[in-house]
């Protein structure tokens, strides 16, 4: 199943360390990162899917390649590595806010699991995080070593 855009709802106060990261699950800490964060950022303005989509998947796939082998290497050094991809993009169309639909953001969701086939050593997700009254979006995408 692929989940909707999340709402602004789920968020936690949650302190911006490393440990309580830890302790937050993922999808939580994306979606304080996006409160804390949107109202300081411009975003990269888009008026429609296909630009997101243009500029957001190959971010993600040099984040996949780059983090691979940055966490092996960690790891390999004794040390459990995490990273985020984030994303920011401003959803405008002639001055209006817009949303992504759902057979838009499945569409997101089946380009990340391409890429994500191509990585198998990486444990990881995707995250639309876009508030009910903002145009802000938020493509955020954790990197982790699978533990199998």
């Known amino acids: 199943m692929i989940p909707a855009v999340l709402s602004t709802a ?6 911006e360390t490393a440990i309580l990261q830890g302790d937050a699950p ?3 800490f994306a979606c304080h990162f996006y409160n804390t964060r949107y ?3 411009k975003g990269i303005p888009k008026e429609n899917y296909g630009s997101i989509r243009d500029s957001v998947v190959p971010l993600i796939r040099a984040s996949f ?4 082998v940055a966490m092996l290497h960690y790891q390999q050094e004794g040390k459990n590595p995490m990273s985020w991809s984030m994303n920011w ?17 499945a569409q997101l969701h089946e380009e990340f699991a391409k890429i994500v086939g191509q990585h198998p050593a ?3 997700e995707l995250y639309a995080i876009q508030s009910s009254n903002s145009d802000m979006l938020l493509i955020a995408v954790p990197h982790r070593l699978r533990n199998d």
């Open 39 to 41: 109202e300081r950022l």
């Open 26 to 28: 993922l999808q939580d």
């Open 122 to 124: 990486l444990d990881t």
């Open 89 to 105: 993009y401003r959803l405008r169309r002639n001055e209006r806010r817009w949303s992504m639909t759902p057979l838009e953001l």
């Open 65 to 68: 390649i780059k983090n691979e």
């Open 10 to 15: 789920r968020f936690l106060t949650i302190e």
